[in-house]
Nanobody
């Protein structure tokens, strides 16, 4: 069974840091572009970051540029999202997803449509 499991969320103060992990089981994660998305209550899902299969193409939402870093560790079959300088507006459920459509090694995107595998999310709360 193909599954993605997020972990690493929690409660932090503004300015603090968290590292989210996205672990894959049942498939090899390096065969897919990976995206991180987040959704706050009452708001639409927002693409946060993505990384291509070979790690060369990386994108970030404007709201997180300079603060978040995406990376992948093929040996551990895991993708990470390092989040620094956290702000209250970063509070959301964070999801990782694997793109089943975009197969070229140098591309990734932050629209939901190509992503066929989704984790169940991990809560990130940044207190004011």
């Amino acid at each position: 069974q193909l599954q993605l499991v997020e972990s690493g969320g929690g409660l932090v103060q503004p300015g603090g840091s968290l590292r989210l992990s996205c672990a894959a089981s049942g498939f090899t994660l390096d065969r897919y572009p990976i995206g991180w998305f987040r959704q706050a209550p009452g708001k639409d899902s927002e693409g946060v970051s993505c990384i291509s299969r070979n790690g060369y193409s990386i994108h970030y939402a404007d709201s997180v540029k300079g603060r978040f870093t995406i990376s992948r560790d093929n040996a551990k079959n895991t993708v990470y999202l390092q989040m620094n300088s956290l702000k209250p507006e970063d509070t959301a459920v964070y999801y990782c997803a694997a793109d089943r459509i975009t197969n070229v090694p140098d591309a990734c995107g932050m629209m939901n449509t190509p992503y066929g595998y989704w984790g169940q999310g991990t809560q990130v709360t940044v207190s004011s």
